[in-house]
């Protein structure tokens, strides 16, 4: 059985003018456990809204989407909320840590999220990112590459079988972006999580094996099926 | 940071829901400090003006129905009740003129009085008032159910016949007098330093504290006053009033007596009803500070509103994030009811605060002034329920901003158009 699967997902946004305007039509998508899958398209095409609605943010006008083998249409919210805290890491393209909290207890309220938070844990995996030694400094007193790996090992904290990235490295330097990948895929890998990132820039989609051309996928115009495979 | 202070470990469900809840709102609030403060200061001088307002008007009227000395009334010249109370047991205002010495004596000899004490005034020493009276009020009157007056050991009450003083304990003191000090007496109310008796008076001496105007008085043998030089002679049987202490029902048949059928004096009786009417001439006043009061508390509560309104468009893309993270509505809803809890509870214990500082200030202002001593303020019901009312206030605030956060979707704060 597929990890993760789409079916028909279909959503429009009311327009300025009245108008429902298709943002995502993807007829079908799957991916396995642990794969790592890179969807590139430019900014705007509607890549975010689709992660939102794989993570139970948004709700689809039509289709299904299936996380390990549960059905998100079936959910009610807090169902979703407890899906998302438990099996899904989120990772934005500007951080968005909390800033009134250090790094690790952005870490330990991720945990708290998901039910029960672990000090050690928590350190444990701060440690991993390089960042043991800046575990009380506030989000603001750390560089971007640093708040990153920060926002990384958030989204990691509670082992979650969906990692989901949207433009994670959009805002680092390339010093910066390879570093970060390379901790989110190696950690993704070592924990057996499903990775999707989505990002415009070549430079990081080329890193993935498996990639995904999001004006393929998504048939707003059309009727493709798109299926993941390497490129 | 807070590794000490973070308290989540280990806690799970609602509990944990809660805790998030409560630790966003601290961090908020502490993001937040200047409003926060200028919140919580709003609310507590509301709530502090409020109950002051409340707490002050009752505990006046109390500390003035237990510092009228134990009398049931007052008999003097003819004129209002009023100032014939407030002038012969609070010590406040002019004589209304003066009683013939023959009137003492009808009414002693009244089978309806228990007790009866003439006064005298005219006198002052440093704007501390002089009392003519009898030491039969030293030995024999309760100012206090079941409570004689105390004199401080070594002292003594003064002799009916000597020009020798029984200083209250307040003017004691102030003046700093002591057993064995002399004095000169001065003419009249106030204090004219050209006005000076030639008379001496010894302090023989100092009464214990009661917390009453008693304590503000320098008390003299009738006589004393009746004949100091200067004053004048053809009035040396005359004096200012009369203190009673009445039987049962006889007030009734006194008042018919003096106040109805005579016209030569006025008993002023019951004593606790003309203090009353007293305060009421202050209703106004209570009112203002009242309404005054409650627009502060209107203005705590859209202060409330306004900084949880502020604190939400700030935290618009961190309640988005939480959401993402898996943070159920409540949890990010609760983080702003908690908030305005916390604010309103702070705001509650200032106005506790404020109330507290407020009833000692005019406490100390009324004991100063006319020696009305108040109780301590205390958290009793009132304060407790104006403390309830202001967490109402926060969560009647919080509501609005709640209700919009609850119904908001991810979709508006993460701009999903990406």
């Known amino acids: ?231 | 940071m807070g590794l000490k202070r973070w308290r989540l470990e280990n806690s799970k469900g609602s509990m944990a829901a809660i805790s998030v809840s409560l630790k966003l709102a601290r961090r908020a609030l502490r993001q937040n400090l200047l409003s926060t403060l200028v919140a919580v200061f709003t609310v507590s001088l509301s709530g502090g003006l409020f109950l002051g307002a409340w707490k002050t008007k009752q505990s006046v009227k109390l500390a003035f129905a237990h510092s009228a000395g134990g009398f049931d009334a007052v008999l003097g010249a003819r004129g209002s009740q009023l100032q014939l109370v407030l002038n012969a047991l609070f010590h406040l205002e002019n004589s209304p003129g003066n009683l013939d010495w023959e009137q003492y004596e009808t009414i002693r000899s009244h089978p309806g009085v228990s007790e009866a004490y003439p006064f005298a005034l005219g006198d002052n020493y440093l704007g501390y008032r002089l009392v003519g009276t009898m030491p039969e009020l030293f030995l024999n009157h309760q100012w206090k159910s079941g409570t004689n007056y105390q004199v401080r050991s070594p002292g003594r009450i003064f002799s009916e016949s000597a020009k020798e003083a029984l200083v209250g304990a307040e003017v004691a003191r102030e003046l700093g007098l002591q057993l064995g000090d002399r004095f000169h007496p001065y003419h009249g109310l106030e204090y004219n330093p050209d006005r000076k008796h030639n008379d001496i008076y010894l302090v023989v001496g100092i009464l214990e504290p009661t917390g009453t105007p008693t304590d503000q008085v320098i008390w003299i043998p009738l006589r004393g006053v009746q004949t100091m030089e200067g004053h004048d002679p053809e009035e040396a049987n005359s004096i200012s009033g009369v203190l009673l202490n009445l039987k049962g029902s006889s007030g009734l048949a006194l008042d018919v007596k003096y106040n109805k059928q005579g016209d030569r004096a006025t008993l002023a009786w019951p004593v606790p009803a003309i203090l009353s009417s007293f305060f009421n001439r202050f209703a106004w006043l209570e009112r203002s500070v009242a309404a005054l009061a409650l627009l502060m508390a209107l203005v705590g509560g859209l202060i409330i509103l306004a900084t949880l309104r502020s604190t939400m468009h700030e935290r618009r893309r961190e309640f988005a994030v939480l959401r993402c993270m898996g943070a159920s509505r409540a949890v990010v809803t609760g983080s702003i009811l908690w908030q305005s809890i916390l604010l309103s509870a702070f705001g509650a214990l200032g106005s506790w605060i404020i109330y507290f500082l407020l009833s000692m200030a005019v406490s100390s202002l009324i004991h100063l002034q006319i020696g009305v001593g108040m109780n301590l303020p205390m958290l009793d019901g009132m304060a407790l329920l104006t403390g309830g009312g202001i967490l109402m206030l926060g969560l009647v605030s919080a509501w609005f901003p709640a209700r919009k956060l609850y119904r908001s979707s991810l979709q508006e704060s993460l701009n999903p158009h990406g």
């Open chain 1, 1 to 231: 059985m597929q990890f993760l699967s789409v079916e028909n997902l279909h959503l429009s946004f009311r327009s300025p003018n009245g108008k429902s305007q298709p943002v995502v039509q993807v007829p079908t998508f799957s991916m396995e456990h642990n794969q790592q899958l890179a969807i590139k398209g430019p900014s705007g095409s509607g890549k975010t809204t689709f992660l939102h609605m794989l993570a139970g943010v948004l709700t689809p006008d039509s289709g299904q989407v299936r996380i390990d083998g549960q059905s998100l249409g079936a959910m009610n919210e807090s169902d979703r909320d407890q899906l998302r805290s438990g099996m899904i890491g989120y990772i934005f393209q500007s951080f968005n840590l909390l800033n009134g909290f250090s790094c690790i207890e952005n870490l330990l309220l991720a945990m708290s999220l998901n039910g029960a938070s672990n000090l050690d844990r928590a350190r444990s995996l701060l440690d991993k990112v390089g960042l043991i030694d800046r575990e009380d400094h506030l989000p603001g007193q750390l560089s971007i590459g640093q708040q990153q790996r920060v926002a990384i090992a958030r989204a990691l904290i509670n082992r979650p079988k969906l990692v989901l990235a949207d433009e994670p490295t959009g805002n680092l330097d390339p010093t910066n972006t390879d570093r970060s990948l390379e901790l989110l895929r190696s950690l993704c890998k070592e924990w057996g999580s499903a990775l999707i990132l989505v990002s415009h820039d070549p430079r990081v989609i080329g890193k993935f094996e498996h990639q995904v051309d999001w004006e393929e996928l998504n048939q707003i115009n059309g009727s493709k099926e798109v299926e993941v495979g390497k490129q």
